[in-house]
């Protein structure tokens, strides 16, 4: 099956700086590429995704990068603001399962931007 | 739109105890998963559903069940709750493949 690392698990950072989180995948067919964000206590939620036909995608402070070659993408952060800070989740799916775009998950980042 | 909805928020329950976790979406995916999220971990695929009538088991199946009578609705059951199974579960849907997941609030289910 598919493996996904993420890395690394904790980051903090001070506000106005940039983050950087990177995801590194196995299987060389994955051809969808989200990122989720979830804030303590709540439930995660997709903040920008990325198809294996695109090298970057941006939206504004946000943006993704993937090497398709390397087998990894990063999710970008700039300007990073206090409510930025919350556990942030790679995936990676593939559509080789009976049709189901199987999702797996990285083991996701705690971003700490400190003020 | 409710979105995604689940019930319980919490639960607790004592080992050997069976109990079925909720599941509800309104915007007509047909996708629907089932997650468990334990600290460090990740989210772990647990069951799946492409349509009604059409389950799979994901990474970490043992221990559940799931059906899918409708499109709407996609219960967990728990069948011999173990300690090891004290998680948080998200419910979520998809339009289809490639797309945004929609997460439910989750449901924490402790067993002692």
């Known amino acids: 099956g598919e493996n996904v690392e993420q890395h690394p698990s904790t980051l903090s950072v001070q506000e106005g700086d940039s983050a950087v989180i990177k995801c590194t995948y196995s299987d060389s067919a994955s051809n969808y590429f989200p990122w989720y964000k979830q804030e303590l206590g709540k439930r995660p939620q997709l903040i920008i995704d990325?198809?294996?036909?695109?090298g970057e995608k941006k939206d504004q402070r946000i943006a993704v990068t993937l090497n398709k070659t390397a087998k990894h993408f990063s999710l970008h952060i700039t300007e990073t603001q206090p409510e930025d800070s919350a556990v942030y989740f790679c995936a990676v799916s593939d559509d080789y399962s009976g049709g189901y775009q199987k999702v797996t998950f990285g083991t996701g980042t705690k971003l700490q931007v400190i003020p | 739109n409710a979105g995604v909805t689940q019930t319980p928020k919490f639960q607790v329950l004592k080992t050997g105890q069976s109990m079925t976790l909720q599941c509800a979406q309104d915007m007509n995916h047909e996708y629907m998963s089932w997650y468990r999220q334990d600290p460090g971990m990740g989210l772990r695929l647990i069951h799946y559903?492409?349509?009604?009538?059409?389950?799979d088991q994901g990474e970490v199946p043992n221990g559940y069940n799931v059906s899918r009578s409708t499109t709407e609705d996609f219960p967990l059951r728990l069948l011999s709750a173990a300690p090891s199974q004290t998680s948080v579960y998200f419910c979520?849907?998809?339009?289809?493949?490639?797309?945004?997941?929609?997460f439910g609030p989750g449901t924490r289910l402790t067993v002692t």
């Open positions: 559903s492409v349509g009604a009538g059409i389950t």
């Open positions: 979520a849907s998809s339009y289809g493949q490639g797309r945004e997941q929609y």
């Open positions: 990325i198809r294996s036909n695109v």
